[in-house]
């Protein structure tokens, strides 16, 4: 029996915990970071050690997913936890309708005061926050001019360090000390055409980068969507993304640096006169350094905010994640950019350090999507999450939890084509073991043995040993697509 006591008792103990108690949340996300290029996850091709920290304080997680691998719907997915098709953002030619329900608005109404900071890319302005300073579109890397609601603020100097300048100003003048706070900090980089800043311009000069194993891909064995696409490293990359010629937007003192580091590289380029395979190791090369440059200067500024968090002692209750809007081709495939099902894209970098629930150094390997964040900030914030929202909060996860009856699949769903690159519609599923893909407008499938074919070279739809396979996996899509309430295109 609840007793009066009991009640008085109760009360006192929540105003005790009061505001204080509810957990900061900060979200860091770059645009376009593979997981290939955090040190954390072990491919040895860059050290990133301040994202590293939440690796090593908190859970990295090996299977997290995209519901859609491009950066304006990922960023949809995010706020409204709903699939494209529901939260009306499917390509990056939408508009984001900011009159529906989203997780900031929530959150704010819940007692959290909520920011946004660098790139929003949705076109329409931001709702739900108490503050916003953001890129306008994609944002350059230098001299940004930011939108605010107080109208265009002009910036000088690089974008990346702009960002999280704007962040720690705001955790240490705008923050309200009395509420719980929810940032969202959102890089530019390593988005193409990925421009390194003054600092690491010279950075890898004496190193190569690791080539991945599949640059050379013929694209055989497959549906004819991978051969058609156009985004290779070997025929797709424009002399502007190579720094081949003048980059637009630097000032006097920033071309100088630039025309100091690449004008020697550019001339030995020409003078080498490279041809076939050759040529195209020289620009992977030339590719994979600047992105990976790009991704010091992001890894620099999450280790300043960190600081910062630990300095003011802030770290101790807030939960910090550390992702991307989606996942990356470095190479493999031959390929830059993302949109595909196939691992490198729709798997996404996530890291989450929350102090007193998230094991040190644990590493979780469940089926994770984005459209599990905003759940998972109402969780961790003690607000009911709304049944329309589509994904699942992960609290008993990040305590370390087994969670038996966690999902067993993941949906997918690609819509933007045919610009810019060509990449094939598609939607599919992925288990543990398997992944088919349907890619409609050109009526294929495909399925891949993960565990057989991890780089997923070869399709093995219609082979003799898989039809019991492919009909499990086929009936599952038709379940998970009537879940998520997808009906297109209608077939
Ligand atoms: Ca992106």
């Known amino acids: 029996m609840v007793t009066p006591s009991a009640i008085l008792m109760l009360a006192s103990v929540l105003g005790a915990a009061g505001e204080a108690e509810r957990p900061n949340i900060l979200f860091i996300m770059a645009d376009d970071h593979g997981y290939q290029a955090i040190s954390a996850y072990g491919h040895g091709i860059n050290e990133t050690p301040n994202i590293d920290r939440l690796a090593k304080e908190g859970m990295r997680f090996d299977r997290a997913f995209v519901t859609n691998s491009i950066c304006g719907p990922s960023r949809a997915v995010i706020l409204t936890g709903l699939y494209s098709h529901l939260n009306g953002f499917k390509t990056n030619n939408d508009r984001f309708d900011g009159s529906q329900q989203t997780v900031a608005k929530i959150l704010r109404t819940s007692g959290y005061q909520t920011a946004m900071i660098g790139k929003w890319h949705l076109v329409s302005d931001p709702t739900g926050f108490d503050y916003w300073h953001i890129l306008q ?107 081949l010629i003048e980059q637009r937007g630097l000032n006097d003192e920033q071309a100088e640096a630039w025309n100091a580091a690449y004008g020697p590289k550019n001339r030995a380029f020409e003078e080498a006169k490279l041809e076939g395979d050759e040529l195209v190791r020289w620009m992977y090369q030339r590719y994979a350094k600047d992105y990976l440059r790009c991704i010091a200067a992001v890894d620099e500024n999450v280790g300043r905010v960190l600081d910062y968090l630990e300095t003011t002692g802030l770290d101790k209750n807030t939960i910090v994640f550390y992702t991307s809007d989606q996942g990356w081709y470095l190479g493999e495939h031959g390929w830059y950019d993302k949109r595909w099902m ?88 992925r288990t543990d073991r398997y992944k088919l893909i349907r890619f409609y407008g050109i009526d294929q499938w495909e399925l891949f043995d993960l565990q057989e074919d991890p780089h997923e070279l070869t399709s093995i739809y219609g082979r003799a040993d898989m039809v019991a396979v492919q009909q499990d996996l086929q009936s599952r899509l038709i379940k998970l697509r009537d879940k998520y309430q997808d009906h297109e295109p209608d077939e």
């Open 137 to 243: 579109g994609q944002g350059p890397y230098y001299n940004p001019r930011m939108k605010t609601p107080e109208g265009v603020v002009p910036h000088t100097g690089y974008t990346t360090d702009i960002i999280g300048d704007l962040t720690l100003d705001w955790l240490q003048n705008k923050r309200d000390p009395d509420k719980p706070f929810f940032l969202m900090c959102h890089h530019k980089a390593p988005h193409r055409n990925w421009q390194p800043s003054p600092k690491y311009l010279h950075k890898y000069d004496d190193v190569q980068i690791k080539e991945p194993e599949t640059l050379f891909d013929d694209y055989s064995n497959r549906t004819r969507a991978a051969a058609e696409q156009e985004m290779t490293v070997a025929k797709h990359l424009s002399p502007n993304d190579l720094k």
């Open 342 to 429: 196939y691992e490198e894209s729709f798997r996404t970098p996530l890291l989450i350090r929350w102090p007193g629930h998230t094991p040190a150094g644990s590493v979780n390997t469940d089926l994770v999507m984005n459209l599990d964040f905003a759940p998972t900030f109402l969780q961790a914030a003690g607000v009911p999450v709304p049944e329309q929202m589509q994904g699942e909060g992960m609290e008993l996860i990040l305590n370390g939890q087994p969670v038996p009856d966690w999902r067993k699949e993941v949906y997918y769903h690609y819509y933007e084509y045919p610009q810019p690159h060509r990449v094939q519609p598609h939607y599919g599923i």
